[in-house]
């Protein structure tokens, strides 16, 4: 039977900005919203090598991965931000407001990280953290229901796909998707620090010392 968590926890993302080279840095993580569920799926496309008419072995590539976050209502400006829109603003000074334009062109969505935590029973202590890289939200959904006294609120859900970096990570000289930490007695007291900033291969050592 696969094993299932029991909690999830402290989902935040991060701009990812790509400078000379191809070298990536992040901004100050930012919290998504409360999370309640956390799927995560990941596909590999592959062919097939033949030699003398049978498959010898298949080779695999190209490989993404699928996080599916059940949330509660998301800020509208996170949403913006995510999404890549337009924000308007109207009038000016301590009575202006903002709005926000929905662009047609997927390209304005920025690459972002997004670090989350999984629990296995204890809502005080997760038991895996993560951060993904090179991520890029494909939907978020939003619904409404009349008010009633029977209409309850499901909040929303955002799909988030990520593919490899295009540079490799120096320490590990591979294009890893993501960093999973498993936290247990001896780095417990470092949960905090690994949202403070977003920690990858190459700086691990660094913050998590």
Known sequence: MARQYRGCSRLYYA??????GG???Y?????LAPVKAVSRDIASENEAVYADNVVQQRV???TSVTRTFDVTRIEPEVVAELLGDTTMSIGSGSTAQSAHLTNPDGSSRPYIAI????????????CEIVWAYHCKVNSISKSANTIDDGTGSEGQSVEIVNVAPKKAWTSTEKRNLDFVLKVDENNADKVETFFAQVVTPDNASEVLA
């Not at 701009?15 to 000379?20: A, K, L, P, Q």
């Open 15 to 20: 701009i990812e900005t790509e400078g000379e």
């Open 23 to 25: 070298a990536v840095t």
């Open 27 to 31: 901004g100050t993580p930012k919290h």
């Open 60 to 62: 695999y590539g190209a």
């Open 115 to 126: 670090g989350y935590a999984l629990h296995d029973g204890d809502v005080d202590k997760p």
